[in-house]
């Protein structure tokens, strides 16, 4: 659904809306979008359907990650390295149906990959590509690579604050 289908935020809606937003771009401020897309691209290194993105850009990261396809790379790579199996996906995915069946397989490789649910991302706040929802989805990505990190995963994954929606 785009966004000029969609019916304006009003009252509580708004204001969370507009603090997700802030809260995005203090991320992108600090370079978290950037620490994820090298971070990835550096996981995904050889892979070249994955690993190329134009910019650190909002729009940019969406268009990126929304299939799920690069997630579900990202993440089989990851569950490898522990001797997890890998999670199935589609590399295309023609439609919403697809890709929500691709991020549903992601979260379900971070939770073998021992993150909480309470971490992981929801399909619409990375398909829809809103900017304030989108902050959800760079949340997982840097909890992922702080999991990732712990476990002495072969590629450090480079962000430092911990993103927050309150901060």
């Known amino acids: 659904m785009s966004d000029a289908s969609r019916a304006k935020k009003s009252g509580i809606g708004y204001q969370i809306e507009q603090k997700m937003e802030t809260s995005y771009d203090q991320l992108e401020q600090d370079g978290t979008p950037e620490a994820i897309r ?3 691209q550096a996981v995904l290194s050889g892979d070249d359907e994955g690993a190329s993105v134009k910019s650190n850009k909002q729009r940019d990261l969406h268009e990126w990650l929304k299939s799920g396809s ?9 569950l490898a390295s522990i001797g997890q199996p890998p999670v199935s996906f589609k590399k295309k995915a023609p439609n919403t149906f697809a890709a ?3 991020i549903e397989n992601f979260n379900n490789g971070c939770m073998a990959y021992g993150m909480k649910k309470e971490s992981l991302v929801q399909s619409v706040d990375l398909w829809e590509g809103r900017k304030g929802p989108f902050v959800n989805v760079i949340n997982t990505l840097h909890s992922l690579g702080m999991k990732a ?7 450090t994954y480079l962000g430092v604050k911990a993103p ?3 901060s």
Not at 72 to 78: D, F, P, V, Y
Not at 149 to 155: A, K, M, S
């Open 100 to 102: 929500f069946g691709n």
């Open 149 to 155: 990190n712990e476990g002495g995963f072969q590629v």
């Open 164 to 166: 927050t929606l309150d």
């Open 38 to 40: 090298t971070w990835i």
């Open 70 to 78: 690069v997630l579900c790379k990202l993440i089989n790579k990851l």
